[in-house]
């Protein structure tokens, strides 16, 4: 039996479980991770020069999550609402 799921919707679970369980998800936390477990080729560089999760995760996290997690600007990270 084949997988379907893709890589970038188990990291957008493995995000909305963290911060289910957690309250909230710092940027940093989340970048280190996909780093980490799935490499470089999830991430990309802004223009600014910050380091971002790809397009495909977070599109995948926003139809996860639902509306249920919100983002905080100032503080770069994802909270529970």
């Given at each position: 039996m084949t997988d379907s799921i893709t890589t970038e919707q188990r990291i957008a679970e493995w995000m909305v479980e963290?911060?289910?369980?957690?309250?909230?998800?710092?940027?940093?936390?989340a970048i280190a991770y996909v780093r980490a477990e799935y490499g470089e080729?999830?991430?990309?560089?802004?223009e600014s020069g910050?380091?971002?999760l790809s397009k495909e995760i977070k599109k995948a996290f926003r139809k996860h999550h639902a509306g249920r997690v919100a983002?905080?600007?100032?503080?770069?990270?994802?909270?529970?609402?």
């Open positions: 963290q911060i289910k369980n957690q309250g909230t998800l710092k940027q940093e936390d080729e999830y991430l990309f560089t802004s910050n380091v971002s983002w905080d600007r100032d503080g770069f990270f994802w909270a529970w609402t």
